[in-house]
């Protein structure tokens, strides 16, 4: 059974960088798109950007200056950078495995989400 | 951008038939999806590709997509249907998520 778990700081400072981490278990990591998507407190949900099984990154626009997302194989693992952070930026951060065939994301969904891990940002 | 318009809250009797919309310009012409999520929990994917309902998913959810209204159907509201569903699509390659409806089931 594949399953997602997300981590990292639980607390980050204003204008640093935010790192997460997603480790995949139960499948190869290669296979599939894989996507971050958060959430504030009490709020709806938010993309933030997607790597295909390519290698080859999107993102939301409204974010794309801040963000990185990578993926270590070797490691099963996804990872998310974040720049110059907000009090905004105070979410549940999701990773989750992003199917569909091709290269056109637009008949791709969000079918296995990880648990999700809270990132506050503050002082 | 493009935006998906949801309404706040939908409220149902038990045993009663829920529809949910979700607006966007020229929405028929993508691709709708439909994620439950209940509190503290993460969303779970319940409709995709506008009517397609993933392993798992019980038959009274249900989903159709024309003009510029995406509309998620479940029939026979149950206690554990309570939840925010969010209606999502792509646009451009970029992701959007209408803003969360709370279904209630009174």
């Known amino acids: 059974q594949v399953q997602l778990q997300e981590s990292g700081p639980g607390l980050v400072r204003p204008s640093e960088t935010l790192s997460l981490t997603c480790t995949v278990s139960g499948d190869s990591i290669t296979s599939y798109h894989w996507s971050w998507i958060r959430q504030p407190p009490g709020k709806g949900l938010e993309w933030i950007g997607y790597?295909?099984?390519?290698?080859?990154?999107n993102y939301n626009p409204s974010l794309k200056s801040r963000v990185t997302i990578s993926v270590d194989t070797s490691k099963h693992q996804l990872s998310l950078k974040m720049n110059s952070v907000t009090a905004a930026d105070t979410a549940v951060y999701y990773c989750?495995?992003?199917?569909?065939?091709?290269?056109?994301?637009?008949?791709?969904?969000?079918?296995?989400w990880g648990r999700g891990t809270l990132v506050t940002v503050s002082s | 951008s493009y935006e998906l318009t949801q309404p706040p809250s939908v409220s149902v009797s038990p045993g009663q038939t829920a529809s949910i919309t979700c607006s966007g310009n020229?929405?028929?012409?993508?691709?709708a999806y439909w994620y439950q999520q209940k509190p503290g929990q993460s969303p779970v994917l319940v409709i995709y590709q506008d009517n397609k309902r993933p392993s798992g998913i019980p038959e009274r959810f249900s989903g159709s997509n024309s003009g510029n209204t995406a509309t998620l159907t479940i029939s026979g509201i149950q206690a554990m249907d309570e939840a925010d569903y969010y209606c999502?699509?792509?646009?451009?390659?970029?992701?959007?998520f209408g803003g969360g409806t709370k279904l209630t089931a009174l």
């Open positions: 790597l295909d099984y390519r290698g080859i990154t």
């Open positions: 020229k929405l028929g012409d993508k691709y």
């Open positions: 999502q699509a792509w646009d451009s390659s970029t992701v959007v």
């Open positions: 989750a495995r992003t199917y569909g065939s091709g290269n056109n994301p637009l008949s791709w969904y969000f079918d296995l």
